[in-house]
């Protein structure tokens, strides 16, 4: 009786061992991102429907409480992947790293006006109260500099400007005490469902600065080395992505399990953050952006904090991405 049983058991674990042992050789991939991040709802997306697995990989999510975190963490080698912006990954380029750039989001936030405001050009807002989400690298921020620089006014010495947090500076610009904002675009999103307008789009003022398309500004970070290592994981990860981007930009069902991550107050600002979400998905990279990426890169380079003079390495973008615009 034993022997069978164990002969059983044997047989068991041998047809279950394939699967067993293909589930464990799974590569994981870290992915460190602030936790309240909207880059939370499309990660969690791939973990729910288990599109890491079906790309053969195990994603990871390593959540931490500020963007300055994950920069130190793949700084350290200590994470795969970050969300942040390419203007920092190329700054980081010319220091030595080798960082990488998939596209997340052509949102960079919303400029908001107070109620009652009369500005009606960049040049208007000279003078004003404005409430910078973030600190001074805010995207939002650099092109309004920008864009008030060409009609002649320095905004970082003839405005009043004050840092701070998102929720805080959302509560300013309610007491009265900002005449605008630049921040998140989510927090943005919420205050448009209060009633308050957006004073700009950014995809206008990128226009205005005689950009031809809307260059998305926030990516997935790697370095270089885990794509020469791996590029199985990297192309995985970049499909998986793909996949929930496809997905959440069509089922209304599948935003319900993300919405305790979301934090909508209400069903308005839920709608809204979806609306937000979903405006935000980039197209494929193309060629047109690449140019924009790199005449960006000059336009605001003397309003960096350190100025290099240098031009964006257009390698810089994912290279899957390169190879469909040469063809």
């Not at 067993?20 to 991939?29: D, E, G, K, S």
């Not at 998102?166 to 009633?195: C, M």
């Not at 998986?240 to 979301?262: E, H, I, N």
């Amino acid at each position: 009786m034993q022997t069978y049983l164990s002969l059983f058991l044997s047989g068991i674990l041998f047809f279950f061992s394939p699967q067993l042992i293909a589930q464990q050789a799974l590569p994981t991939l870290k992915v460190t991102v602030i936790a309240w991040g909207t880059v939370n709802w499309e990660l969690e997306h791939i973990k729910q429907m288990q599109l890491d697995q079906k790309h053969g990989y195990d994603l990871v999510i390593d959540r931490v409480a500020s963007l300055s975190a994950a920069r130190i963490a793949i700084t350290a080698d200590n994470t795969d992947v970050i969300v942040s912006d390419w203007l920092w990954a190329s700054e980081r380029n010319l220091t030595g790293a080798n960082l990488r750039f998939i596209p997340f989001s052509k949102q960079i936030g919303s400029i908001i006006a107070a109620r009652g405001s009369n500005i009606s050009s960049y040049s208007s807002l000279k003078g004003k109260r404005i409430g910078i989400a973030g600190g001074p690298l805010n995207k939002g921020w650099i092109l309004m500099r920008a864009a008030a620089k060409k009609e002649g006014v320095d905004l970082q010495q003839e405005a009043k400007i004050q840092f701070g947090a998102p929720p805080l500076l959302s509560q300013a610009i309610k007491n009265g005490q900002l005449d605008v904002l630049a921040t998140f675009w989510h927090y943005g999103a919420r205050l448009e469902a209060e009633g308050y307008q957006k004073l700009y789009s950014l995809e206008t003022i990128m226009r205005d600065l005689g950009l031809k398309s809307n260059v998305p500004m926030l990516g997935y970070l790697y370095e270089a080395k885990l794509e020469d290592r791996h590029p199985h994981l990297v192309s995985a990860f970049y499909e998986s992505v793909k996949a929930a981007k496809a997905q959440l930009a069509v089922d209304d069902s599948a935003w319900q399990t993300l919405r305790p991550l979301m934090k909508a107050e209400n069903d308005q600002i839920y709608q809204a953050l979806i609306t937000g979400y979903r405006a935000g998905i980039p197209d494929e990279l193309n060629q047109q952006q690449i140019e924009d990426a790199v005449n960006f890169n000059k336009i605001i380079d003397d309003l960096k904090p350190y100025p290099t003079g240098l031009p964006l390495d257009p390698e810089l973008f994912y290279k899957m991405l390169l190879h469909k615009v040469a063809r």
